[in-house]
C-alpha cells in the first residue's frame, strides 16, 4: 500500500516476554492495539517507541535493533504511518502514566491476533513472535 500525501508519522513498539505479547486498550478503549505515538522533534523512532512503552503500558525494555516493519491506519481523518518495533520486555510496573486510562494484557500470540482489528498490526505482531522462535531456535 502507497503512503498518501499527507499522514502522520507514529512509532510503536510491539512488547514481547516468555513468547506473550502486550496489548493494550486505545485511549477511548475500544480497540486492542500496541503503544504507539506520534513522532516528536529532536527523538528518533526507537527513542519514541520506548517512551510510549513506559507511558501507555508501563513497560521497560529493549528494542531490537531495526524495525520489523511498518502499517498504516486511519485517525485524525488522516492516515498514520506507523514504524514497529520488537520490544523485549525486562519490567512491567504498575504504577506508569496511563495506568487509569488504559488496560494491559499479557496475551498468547492466537489471543492478540483475534482482539487486533489492523490486518497490517496483526502481520507484524506475527512477525515478532517469529524472531521469539528463531531466538529459541
Not at 13 to 38: E, H, Y
Not at 98 to 114: I, S
Not at 117 to 127: A, H, M, N
Amino acid at each position: 500500500m502507497a503512503i498518501p500525501a499527507r499522514w502522520i508519522r507514529q512509532s510503536a513498539a510491539i512488547p514481547v516476554r516468555d513468547g506473550l505479547v502486550c496489548l493494550i486498550t486505545s485511549s477511548n478503549g475500544r480497540r486492542w492495539v500496541i503503544p504507539k505515538g506520534m513522532m516528536e522533534p529532536g527523538k528518533t523512532t526507537g527513542e519514541i517507541a520506548l517512551q510510549e512503552a513506559w507511558e501507555e503500558a508501563g513497560l521497560v525494555g529493549t528494542l531490537r535493533p531495526q524495525p520489523i516493519g511498518t502499517y498504516l491506519y486511519e485517525k485524525y481523518d488522516t492516515t498514520c504511518h506507523v514504524t514497529v518495533f520488537r520490544m523485549d520486555v525486562k519490567e512491567d510496573h504498575d504504577d506508569y502514566p496511563e495506568v487509569h486510562l488504559r488496560q494491559r494484557e499479557w496475551l498468547t500470540a492466537g489471543d492478540a491476533l483475534e482482539r487486533i482489528d489492523e490486518s497490517g498490526l496483526r502481520d507484524l505482531v506475527r512477525r515478532a513472535l517469529a524472531l521469539e522462535l528463531d531466538a529459541v531456535e
